[in-house]
T-cell receptor
Framework: ELKVEQNPLFLSMQEGKNYTIYCNYS?????LYWYRQDPGKSLESLFV?????AVKQEGRLMASLDTKARLSTLHITAAVHDLSATYFC???????????????????FGQGTILTVHP | KAGVTQTPRYLIKTRGQQVTLSCSPISGHRSVSWYQQTPGQGLQFLFE???????NKGNFPGRFSGRQFSNSRSEMNVSTLELGDSALYLCASSLGPGQRGRPQYFGPGTRLLVL
């Protein structure tokens, strides 16, 4: 059974500082996603990482994927208050479909990292 | 382009009742997945539908069921509600199998409270 673990689960940062969220998963996969969730809201897609060594950047966030280590990181640079949210990584495994053949579309999520950025 | 829509947004039911939640995917998306989010268990996969067929199912009891219509809209049903079914139910849509590199896009969710 696929397990996805994030750490830390809670992260309190000062504005302007850098930090990294780690996402470990237990079974080989080449599809990893990062999502952001604001309180009371839905999930917003941040990054899609598809291959070993993939790196994506958007603003102050940068995500990377090491499929050999089964590890993805989300690096935050010079944090600002607007980045306060919960961040989830999710892994998509090819699996046997009930309808025959294989299927993607069953995301297994990490526990989420609650990020608070304060002055 | 309109996003994923879910109705209703909020629902209060009592134990033993049943509930039906609806999801309309992004236009052109043919795959719909459902997730349950609770503080204790986090985000858990319920089912995935593509072309009106259930392709994958999570570890939930048979009280949880779903279906997809020819226009890709999907419904999920929970019968004989229990207190533990109180959760945020999220629907996500994507283009479909084989669309490597495309994320699932999530709707706003239906918040269900069971009393």
């Amino acid at each position: 059974e696929l397990k996805v673990e994030q750490n830390p689960l809670f992260l309190s940062m000062q504005e302007g500082k850098n930090y990294t969220i780690y996402c470990n998963y237990s079974t080989t996969s080449d599809r990893l996603y990062w999502y952001r969730q604001d309180p009371g809201k839905s999930l917003e897609s941040l990054f899609v990482l598809l291959s070993n060594g993939a790196v994506k950047q958007e603003g102050r966030l940068m995500a990377s994927l090491d499929t050999k280590a089964r590890l993805s990181t989300l690096h935050i640079t010079a944090a600002v208050h607007d980045l306060s949210a919960t961040y989830f990584c999710a892994v998509d495994l090819r699996s046997s479909s009930n309808a025959g053949g294989t299927s993607y579309g069953k995301l297994t999520f990490g526990q989420g990292t609650i990020l608070t950025v304060h002055p | 382009k309109a996003g994923v829509t879910q109705t209703p947004r909020y629902l209060i039911k009592t134990r033993g009742q049943q509930v039906t939640l609806s999801c309309s995917p992004i236009s052109g998306h043919r795959s719909v997945s459902w997730y349950q989010q609770t503080p204790g268990q986090g985000l858990q996969f319920l089912f995935e539908y593509f072309s009106e067929t259930q392709r994958n199912k999570g570890n939930f009891p048979g009280r949880f069921s779903g279906r997809q219509f020819s226009n890709s809209r999907s419904e999920m049903n929970v019968s004989t509600l229990e207190l533990g079914d109180s959760a945020l139910y999220l629907c996500a849509s994507s283009l479909g199998p084989g669309q490597r590199g495309r994320p699932q896009y999530f709707g706003p969710g239906t918040r269900l409270l069971v009393l």
